[in-house]
């Protein structure tokens, strides 16, 4: 069977299959580094190449109610008006599956990895503060088949309001929260909590970013290495956690000192102190912190008042006051509503992913990341070209414009 073109091209057809705009964001250049990098090089010609089968997983995250030959159909749809079509077999649906296999994980971690940059810029609304690009961290978890393999490696939660017949993967991300897009993440099983798939993430945090996290991330030993890495932090704290007053600054938040787990009252209590006078903490046992504290209407009762405390590393009140961080605070949800993409829009309410390995939902769930980031830097180019906020944008509504380009005349940009 011949796969040269017409018009004196010669080729495979593979080699052709466009993702339209999507390869402007993910490149086939970048693509080819990063399978020499992770040593997926081919030595022979294949019918379904390397390169090939990472557009094929991207687009499997644009068409996830298709099966995978009607994927690979969408994909060469457009090479039809250039007569290539009548001389390439789609291939099945096990030699697709077989061809993921070969592909493995680790060229779309590291590829999400190097695409997964930042997005927003200086003025877009939502996405800084005092200079500082306002990030979210947030966990959510994902259905996969229910195979030995992955019962075993994700597990299942049987008990509680969360138990799913399903095992799932745990996703723990790092949101840009003016752009929405994942910069991010770490993988796990169901039972693995969100402070240890933070771990994960914390070679991503950087001098200049502020990054807003929920009650449920703080402890000591994460919020040290968090704190660490030159990023500011702005976590919610359980209303159990001892805040001693230190100073009072005219905005409302006062100095504070949080303590590492396992000290004598004795000792809490001379750190406390020294915290009082200004002397050098070791951050071993204790670091300086600056609360806000605030009062917000239950949503279930309007006589009803929840009270909510924040710890920042913003220590100097003249840099941010307490009101911006507590107002800034709520950008938090904007990671809310990435996940609401990745789970309605781009999988399907519901649906499971199609996995059946460990291997292969790890990759699966990198391509569903690297897509929706690719999905949002489109929304972000449109807007700023038009001069309006991305949130005014419909994420549902650019995913049925990829569709549509992705299944148009070929573009031969990969």
């Known amino acids: 069977m011949s796969e040269n073109g017409c018009g004196g091209s010669t080729g495979r057809l593979t080699d052709h299959i466009s993702?339209?705009?999507?390869?402007?964001?993910?490149?086939h250049d970048?693509?080819?580094?990063?399978?020499?990098?992770?040593?997926?090089?081919?030595?022979?010609?294949?019918?379904?190449?390397?390169?090939?089968?990472?557009?094929?997983?991207?687009?499997?995250?644009?068409?996830f109610d298709d099966d995978y030959e009607e994927v690979?159909?969408?994909?060469?749809?457009?090479?039809?008006?250039?007569?290539?079509?009548?001389?390439?077999?789609?291939?099945?649906?096990?030699?697709?599956?077989?061809?993921?296999?070969?592909?493995?994980?680790?060229?779309?971690?590291?590829?999400?990895?190097?695409?997964?940059?930042?997005?927003a810029h200086p003025g877009l609304k939502g996405a800084f503060l005092a200079d500082r690009r306002l990030m979210a961290i947030d966990g959510f978890g994902l259905d996969v088949p229910d195979t030995p393999a992955n019962r075993e490696e994700f597990e299942k939660l049987q008990d509680g309001p969360k138990a799913s017949a399903y095992p799932k993967v745990q996703v723990l991300g790092l949101v840009e929260c003016g752009s929405r897009a994942f910069?991010?993440?770490?993988?796990?099983?169901?039972?693995?909590?969100?402070?240890?798939?933070?771990?994960?993430?914390l070679g991503r945090l950087e001098p200049g970013m502020?990054?807003?996290?929920?009650?449920n991330f703080y402890g000591y030993e994460l919020w040290r290495a968090a704190a660490e890495t030159g990023a500011d932090l702005l976590w919610r704290v359980k209303a159990n956690l001892t805040l001693p007053v230190l100073d009072s600054f005219p905005d409302g938040s006062y100095r504070s000192v949080v303590l590492a787990g396992g000290l004598s009252a004795s000792r809490r209590r001379t750190l406390v102190e020294n915290a009082r006078r200004g002397t050098d903490l070791d951050p071993d046992e204790a670091m300086t912190v600056r609360v806000v504290e605030y009062e917000i209407s239950d949503r279930g009762d309007s006589d009803a008042k929840e009270i909510i405390c924040l710890i920042t590393t913003v220590l100097d009140p003249t840099?941010?006051?307490?009101?911006?961080?507590?107002?800034?605070?709520?950008?938090?949800?904007?990671?809310?509503?990435?996940?609401?993409?990745?789970?309605?829009?781009?999988?399907?309410?519901?649906?499971?992913?199609?996995?059946?390995?460990?291997?292969?939902?790890?990759?699966?769930?990198?391509?569903?990341?690297?897509?929706?980031?690719?999905?949002?830097?489109i929304m972000a180019d449109a807007a700023e070209e038009v001069d309006i906020d991305p949130d005014r944008l419909s994420f549902t509504r650019a995913l049925r414009v990829i569709r549509r380009q992705i299944t148009g005349p070929a573009d031969f940009s990969l």
């Open 19 to 27: 993702l339209g705009v999507l390869t402007g964001f993910v490149h």
């Open 30 to 63: 970048l693509v080819d580094e990063v399978l020499v990098e992770t040593g997926r090089v081919e030595k022979r010609s294949r019918k379904l190449p390397a390169r090939v089968m990472v557009y094929f997983t991207l687009a499997m995250w644009l068409f």
């Open 72 to 119: 690979m159909e969408k994909l060469v749809a457009g090479l039809k008006v250039f007569g290539w079509w009548r001389d390439w077999e789609v291939p099945t649906g096990s030699g697709l599956t077989h061809a993921r296999k070969r592909l493995g994980e680790e060229p779309l971690r590291v590829l999400f990895e190097r695409a997964a940059e930042p997005i």
């Open 183 to 201: 910069l991010a993440a770490g993988l796990g099983g169901c039972r693995t909590g969100e402070t240890t798939l933070a771990r994960q993430i």
């Open 210 to 215: 502020l990054v807003i996290a929920d009650r």
């Open 319 to 377: 840099d941010t006051p307490a009101p911006l961080l507590a107002a800034v605070y709520s950008e938090r949800w904007q990671e809310e509503i990435s996940i609401g993409e990745l789970k309605t829009s781009q999988r399907g309410n519901g649906r499971i992913l199609r996995s059946k390995t460990p291997e292969m939902v790890r990759q699966e769930v990198w391509a569903m990341l690297l897509t929706h980031h690719a999905i949002r830097k």
